[in-house]
């Protein structure tokens, strides 16, 4: 094979790397800033009063919250969103749990009328998070309860907030890879090097290894009662998620719901849903 040939394969093969990295790193930067949805949907539109609120969490970033109050209790729920979405998104589950508790919601940052211009998955999320609980408890609240949904039931699980007293995690993932591997199961060959470019760039601009966003890796950890649901054929986050959760915790109590795929649990069994969550927290809270 003569000189120029060769140059020609290493000119192809650079050329190739370059666009594999380029068209990798579009995909990092889609995921980690997503569109905003914005909506004027508001407690008010479920007959249920409000104040809207601001938080700040310690990296500097505002949030933005609702606060649903109920004068004749003295515990809350806070309830977090899934991703790219917002905190309207989450306003059935709150209309279930209002009339029993102070319902907290907010905007994880990057998303909603949030601060922030990136979205790290869940990782940092955790800020936002334990800014909700700190307003709470500078309320006076000391028995406080969360529901998350997808990545905000990651994002409680992993928080280890010691503010929390019992956690519902709706359709978490057990470790964001896993999540990844799915996204791209279209690539064939290129999927496994295709995520661990999205794990390389993460790393380089959150900090952090991808790996530690695992739930998994704090399940043994947790103290306080945890309820997770999962929709028997979610085909965003597995079933498979919920079963290793539960393995790393087996203390943690299970509802899996018949025929549901990704966030259609609480539609397909309304009132299961509102007494399994009402009941967890009665006995936790």
């Known amino acids: 094979m003569n000189s120029l040939m060769i140059k020609i394969i290493l000119r192809f093969a650079a050329s190739g790397l370059l666009f594999f990295a380029g068209f990798s790193l579009y995909f990092f930067f889609s995921y980690v800033c997503p569109a905003r949805y914005k909506n004027s949907y508001t407690p008010k539109d479920l007959g249920l009063d409000y104040e809207d609120v601001s938080l700040k969490t310690k990296d500097g970033i505002k949030i933005a919250g609702w606060l649903i109050p109920n004068r004749n209790s003295q515990k809350a729920v806070i309830i977090c969103h899934g991703y790219p979405t917002n905190k309207a998104n989450v306003l059935d589950i709150a209309s279930l749990l209002a009339p029993y508790y102070n319902i907290m919601l907010f905007d994880f ?6 601060g922030g211009k990136f979205t790290s998955g869940g990782w940092k999320e955790r800020e936002d998070f334990s800014s909700a609980v700190a307003f709470l408890k ?71 290894d991808m790996d530690r966003l695992s739930p998994l890796k704090y399940m043994p950890q947790i103290k306080v009662p945890v309820l997770l649901i999962h929709g028997e054929r979610d085909t965003q986050i597995p079933l498979r998620h919920l079963e290793l959760l539960h ?39």
Do not use: C
Request: charged share 25%.
């Open 138 to 208: 500078n309320k006076g609240f000391n028995d406080i309860g969360a529901l998350g949904f997808s990545m905000g039931g990651a994002v409680i699980l992993m928080s280890d907030d010691p503010g929390v007293k019992a956690i519902v995690s709706d359709s978490s993932y057990a470790n964001l890879e896993g999540v990844l591997h799915i996204i791209f199961k279209n690539f064939g060959i290129f999927r496994t090097p295709f995520v661990k470019m999205m794990k390389l760039y993460y790393r380089l601009f959150f900090g952090v």
């Open 247 to 285: 393995m790393y915790d087996p203390q943690s109590r299970v509802w899996i719901i018949p025929g549901a795929d990704h966030g259609e649990g609480l539609s397909l069994k309304p009132e299961e849903y509102k007494e399994k969550v009402l009941k967890f927290f009665r006995d936790n809270l």
């Open 109 to 114: 940052r990057a998303m909603g009328e949030s």
